[in-house]
């Protein structure tokens, strides 16, 4: 069984700044690329950013110069460091990794449950 657990959501008011957590628990033998999506309901889930296992970051358009990614491989965890956040980035956020579980090849996608980013204007 694998788990990815997301923290750090929350009301914050413009201009202000979160910080999000996800750690991924489990028989996880290695982990790939690791991100943050968020959706807003009615909407499609949209990509913020993905980091791969060697630090390669991508990040979207709307969240460039705002939203910082980054991983720390020992404790199997991916953050998304949020600043100057906006209204529009008002979301649910969802973390997810591709993990290869222990006895099993190949590298499958897991999802955390989300977490709730409110920005009021």
């Known amino acids: 069984q694998v788990q990815l657990v997301e923290s750090g959501g929350g009301l914050v008011q413009a201009g202000g700044s979160l910080r999000l957590s996800c750690v991924a628990s489990g028989s996880i033998l290695s982990i790939n690329d690791m991100g943050w999506h968020r959706q807003v309901p009615g909407n499609q889930r949209e990509l913020v950013a993905v980091i791969t296992r060697a630090g390669g970051i991508t990040y979207a358009d709307s969240v460039k110069g705002r939203f910082t990614i980054s991983r720390d491989n020992a404790k199997k965890s991916v953050y998304l460091q949020m600043d100057s956040l906006r209204p529009e980035d008002t979301a649910d956020y969802y973390c997810?990794?591709?993990?290869?579980?222990?006895?099993?090849?190949?590298?499958?996608?897991?999802w955390g449950q989300g977490t709730q980013v409110t920005v009021s204007a």
């Open positions: 997810n990794a591709d993990i290869s579980t222990l006895g099993l090849g190949p590298f499958l996608p897991y």
